[in-house]
């Protein structure tokens, strides 16, 4: 008598949940989860309906975050810890020395992004079904000023499911040089989200089982050191919840003047300039960031420690020297 599946215990997968253990396994470091998929904007023109919200007290289509870019050797992006009220962030520590050094430059590029992520329909792509956007601060205020008439105190709901409006703009450029042109942007006639109710609910399903605040993804304070002080950004152990920040890395000690033998740590890579990254785009485009303060500023941030201020420290100078030795060659 031939066996069955069942007599050996065998249960056949689909294609969905192989998918899914792939998905979450190659790669580096998102701050978004990897079961989720990310828009791309395409240079030229797009056409895009924005998703409702679908988490607890929100008034806003999109949901703030604040992204740290160009992190590592891998130009890697992170959730800044310190501004989503985390814990301790050694990207954080790191700018508020350089800021005391006077380091101008490597304060800015330490400055976290403001995005406005949101869920979105790529109309050329439906298939994909909602795509999460993390959009420039400045692109998302645009969508908004051409979505309220001040004069009549009204407000055109575009992420209605039924009579929403879906949003044509433009990309204009590349890296720094990127653009969404405001005075190209288009609201279009009312329409639904889709005009099958079968596949609209299915999306619509989709983002209520998915809030945008769940498909965050946060890296301890550990990890993000590590990435920082030069390591590639290879998937890793991560906390979700981010209750308990990882223990703070030790400074490391001073050679003394006995240890001859010791050999000297390895220098990091010289800072890049910033430049696109593909699977994270950095949105150059937005505004500066922070400069330094003047020496005079009443209250600056103290570390919280010594040895941490004086580890960041020697870091920030190795940058330095790495950045000269490169330059003389």
């Known amino acids: 008598m031939a066996r069955t599946d069942e007599d050996y215990g065998y249960r056949s997968r689909s294609y969905d949940e192989a998918k899914k253990h792939r998905d979450a396994r190659g790669g580096f470091d998102r701050f978004i989860k990897r079961e989720f998929k990310v828009y791309k904007v395409k240079d030229g023109k797009n056409r895009i309906r ?3 919200p679908t988490w607890d007290e929100s008034d806003h289509y999109a949901f703030k975050i604040y992204v740290n870019y160009q992190i590592g050797p891998d130009k890697t992006a992170y959730l800044s810890l310190a501004k989503m009220g985390k814990g301790p962030d050694p990207l954080d520590e790191a700018r508020r020395v350089a800021l005391r050094e006077d380091e101008e430059q490597v304060a ?15 109309r050329d792509a439906e298939d994909e079904g909602p795509q999460l956007w993390p959009a420039p601060k400045s692109v998302d205020s645009d969508i908004l000023d051409i979505s309220i008439d001040e004069d009549n105190r009204s407000l055109q709901e575009i992420d209605h499911p039924t009579k929403g409006r879906d949003l044509t703009f433009y990309k204009t450029g590349q890296g720094l040089n990127t653009e969404y042109p405001a005075a190209k942007m288009r609201l279009k006639d009312p329409s639904p989200l889709h005009e099958d109710p079968k596949q609209r609910k299915e999306w619509v399903d989709f983002i209520k089982e998915n809030p945008v605040p769940e498909t965050l993804q946060f890296y301890d304070y550990a990890h993000i050191a590590k990435v920082f002080n030069g390591h590639s950004a290879k998937p890793a152990a991560v906390n979700d919840e981010a209750d308990e920040p990882a223990p703070k890395p030790k400074a490391k000690a001073k050679p003394s003047d006995d240890a001859e033998d010791d050999e000297p740590a390895p220098k990091p890579k010289a800072k890049a300039r910033p430049s696109v990254d593909i699977e994270d785009p950095p949105f150059e485009d937005d505004e500066p960031g922070v400069k330094a303060k003047p020496k005079s500023a009443k209250a600056k941030p103290e570390p919280e420690d010594e040895d941490d201020e004086e580890s ?18």
């Open 50 to 52: 924005i998703m409702h």
């Open 108 to 122: 800015k590029d330490l400055a976290p992004r403001e995005r406005a992520l949101m869920w979105i329909i790529d």
């Open 312 to 329: 960041i420290r020697a870091r920030l100078k190795e940058r330095r020297r790495a950045k000269a030795d490169d330059d003389d060659e």
